[in-house]
């Protein structure tokens, strides 16, 4: 899936500068070993973001800027991502492939 206006790499340097590494694991980011939340291996392949929305560009842009606003009870925070910085965010998210 193509994010209109996402660089994967830039995506890569916001997913390291916001922590996600922390609650994550995922593959190509130093020190992404989280636990907490999905292992993030093969996301593009997904069929649903948490299990409540369809994973298309739009919709995990939405999640990505806030994740409470679509899933009132989930752990993942809102962490104050610009829509660019989403787009860029998703574009690295759907170069993750394999299981
Ligand atoms: C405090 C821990 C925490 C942080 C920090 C966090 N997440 Fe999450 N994330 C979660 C949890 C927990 C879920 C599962 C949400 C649910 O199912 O309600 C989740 C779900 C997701 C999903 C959907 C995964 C799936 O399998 O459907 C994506 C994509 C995601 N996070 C990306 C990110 C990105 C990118 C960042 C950094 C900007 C980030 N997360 C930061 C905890 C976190």
Redesign the pocket.
């Known amino acids: 899936m193509v994010v209109a206006d996402g660089d994967p790499r830039k995506g890569a340097a916001?997913?390291d500068r916001?922590?996600?590494?922390?609650?994550?694991t995922?593959p190509g980011i130093t020190r992404a070993q989280?636990r907490?939340?999905?292992?993030?291996t093969g996301?593009r392949d997904?069929a649903?973001?948490?299990?409540?929305l369809p994973?298309r560009p739009g919709p995990?842009v939405d999640?990505?800027q806030s994740?409470p606003r679509h899933?009132p009870?989930?752990?993942?925070?809102d962490?104050g991502?610009s829509e660019a910085q989403a787009e860029h965010?998703a574009a690295?998210?759907y170069t993750l492939e394999g299981r």
């Open positions: 916001l997913i916001y922590g996600c590494g922390a609650c994550h995922i989280g907490v939340g999905p292992g993030l996301f997904q649903y973001v948490a299990g409540v994973n995990l999640w990505l994740p899933s009870q989930t752990a993942m925070p962490m991502i965010i690295y998210l």
